[in-house]
């Protein structure tokens, strides 16, 4: 999969018009999953043009245990919860989830 930058994943958002294409169809045309240009359109339209302006955070297990904790209480899919908490990708919460579910805190 191709790597897109912050201005590239701003550029593709920006471009969609839901009018002419399905967001489908779009993310087909521009090479990305449905699921990921849904994801990079629900965190700009929460968050804005800066949420993509972060790069690569290590997040210490506390945050992942809240983030986890809001997930389970709220029964917020992962990829809402993301969105609100503003993680680069849905599935990084997915993999938190497994590690809990496995290895306990210890494993976050």
């Known amino acids: 999969m191709t790597k897109f930058t912050k201005d590239s994943k ?3 958002i920006q471009g969609y018009d839901s009018d002419l294409l399905s967001q489908t169809e779009y993310a087909n045309q521009v090479g990305v999953t449905k699921s990921q240009f849904q994801y990079w ?5 929460m968050h804005g043009e800066t949420v993509f302006t ?8 506390s945050f992942k245990l809240d983030v986890l904790s809001h997930m389970a209480q709220s029964d917020a899919s ?3 919860t993301a969105v609100l908490f503003k993680l680069p990708d849905f599935s990084m919460l997915y993999s938190w ?4 579910e496995t290895g306990g ?3 976050l």
């Open 10 to 12: 701003l550029a593709l």
């Open 41 to 45: 359109l629900k965190l700009y339209e």
């Open 54 to 61: 972060n790069g690569y955070t290590n997040y210490p297990a």
């Open 78 to 80: 992962l990829m809402d």
């Open 97 to 100: 989830q497994r590690k809990m």
């Open 105 to 107: 805190l210890e494993a």
